[in-house]
Structures are given as C-alpha cells and as structure tokens.
C-alpha cells in the first residue's frame, strides 16, 4: 500500500486564499503526473506525457515561487529567506539536474518526474506548512485586532 503523500490541500483553508489556490494547481497537476508514473505511460523520448506534465509542472513551481515570496515579504515572514533558499536550491539542483537528464541521449523522464515530486512532498510537509500556519495564525490575530477594534466602538458609542 502506497503512503499518503502530504498535499497542499490541507493547508488550504489557512493562510493566503491566493497562494493556497495555487498549491491546489500543484496538487492536481502532481497527482496527474504521479498517476502518469504509475500507469507507465512515460518513454525514452521527450515527448512523452511525463516530460510534458513535468515541465509544465517546473514552470509553473518558478512563478508560484515568485509570487510566495512576494506574499512572505508582504506578511514579514521570519523564515523567508529559508524558504526562498529550498525555493532556489530546487531550481538549481532538480531543474537544472533535468535538463541535464533531457539532454543525454539515454534520457530518463521518470528519473526527472520523481525528483520533482520528491521534492514537493518534501516542501508541502515541511516549508510550506510552516508557512500555512504561520499566515493562518496572523490572519486570527488581524481578526481578534478587528473584533476588539469593533467592541470598543460598540462599547464607546
């Protein structure tokens, strides 16, 4: 029995409605490709639904990037430059290792399609999380500020 992969899905509710859409979007494009791995439907061609989903994965991972931390940024979020750093570390290291997989003659899409699901697993369970509840618990604390903010009016007029 396979475990259960960690999914963005359980953060959703929390934090940043924008962000938590676009995990959502990561979510469904890995589990098309997971389930493109798991129906062997990859080949030793680069055109093959694997490397087709992977790399439209890929370059939708670098924009999500860019607009996380843009939201890290805004919300002064203490561990940014953590974060950014396995942001950048993933492009440099699965990215930059899967073209180099692209571009060998005996090219191996599944080895690329596992490193960047490894890595998502890896950064929902553990970076993005963090994250989540980091935004969701800001978010009660603007709200608790809101709701004493609204008493004291109602109390004062």
């Given at each position: ?102 571009r060998r003659e005996t090219y191996d899409s599944r080895a690329k399609c596992r490193s960047i699901l490894q890595?998502?697993?890896h950064h929902a369970a553990g970076p993005d999380h963090e994250l989540s509840e980091f935004l969701s618990h ?20």
């Amino acid at each position: 029995m396979a475990s259960k992969k960690q999914s963005h899905a359980d953060d959703a509710l929390r934090g940043d409605a924008w962000i938590s859409g676009q995990h959502r979007t990561i979510d469904r494009m890995a589990a098309e490709l997971r389930a493109i791995l798991s129906a062997r439907l990859t080949c030793q061609c680069h055109g093959c639904p694997g490397n087709q989903t992977a790399e439209q994965l890929a370059t939708y991972l670098q924009i999500h990037f860019q607009n996380q931390e843009s939201i890290m940024r805004l919300h002064e979020y203490p561990k940014l430059d953590q974060h950014k750093a396995e942001h950048d570390r993933f492009i440099a290291e699965v990215l930059t290792r899967a073209v180099q997989l692209c571009r060998r003659e005996t090219y191996d899409s599944r080895a690329k399609c596992r490193s960047i699901l490894q890595w998502l697993d890896h950064h929902a369970a553990g970076p993005d999380h963090e994250l989540s509840e980091f935004l969701s618990h800001g978010n009660r604390r603007e709200a608790a500020r809101t709701a004493a903010a609204r008493q004291t009016l109602v109390a004062s007029g």
